[in-house]
Each structure stands twice: as C-alpha cells, then as structure tokens.
C-alpha cells in the first residue's frame, strides 16, 4: 500500500487523533506534490497564468506562493 493510500484510511478513523494526523499529513503530501508539479511546470515553460488555471486559482495566488522560492520561475 502506498503512503497516500495508507494516509487516505487513516483519514477516515474513527479516532480524531488518527485521523487528524493523517489529515495533516496528506495535506503536507499534496502541497510537496503541487510544488513539484509546478516547478515542472514552469521548467516546461507554463505561464503563471496557464498554471493558475490547471490548479483553479487565480494568477497572482500561484505567483505569490511559488515565485518567493527563488528557484521558480
């Protein structure tokens, strides 16, 4: 079983301290996974715009977060 498969049943315990975990730690997975996806992204030459779009938020929000980090561009 996966890491995310695993952290996905965990989420659904019964027990908040289980689940809660599992809650913080899939959304510390998903924001890793965006910024590797956007750092691809912008290496492949996506706009911020065309970024923004895939990930349904707008320009300047994907800016703002990915664009302080230096080595995206």
Same mark, same amino acid.
């Given at each position: 079983? %996966?890491? #995310?498969?695993?952290?996905?049943? #965990?989420?659904?315990? /019964?027990? /908040?301290?289980?689940?809660?975990? #599992?809650?913080?730690?899939? +959304? +510390?997975?998903?924001?890793?996974?965006?910024?590797?996806?956007?750092?691809?992204? +912008?290496?492949?030459?996506?706009?911020?715009?065309?970024?923004?779009?895939?990930?349904?938020? %707008? +320009?300047?929000?994907?800016?703002?977060?990915?664009?302080?980090?230096?080595?995206?561009?």
């Amino acid at each position: 079983m %996966s890491e #995310a498969t695993t952290l996905a049943a #965990a989420a659904g315990s /019964p027990d /908040p301290t289980v689940g809660l975990r #599992a809650v913080l730690a899939l +959304r +510390r997975l998903a924001e890793r996974l965006e910024a590797i996806q956007v750092t691809n992204a +912008r290496t492949q030459g996506w706009s911020w715009q065309a970024i923004a779009d895939a990930l349904e938020v %707008s +320009r300047q929000a994907v800016h703002q977060k990915y664009n302080r980090r230096g080595g995206i561009r």
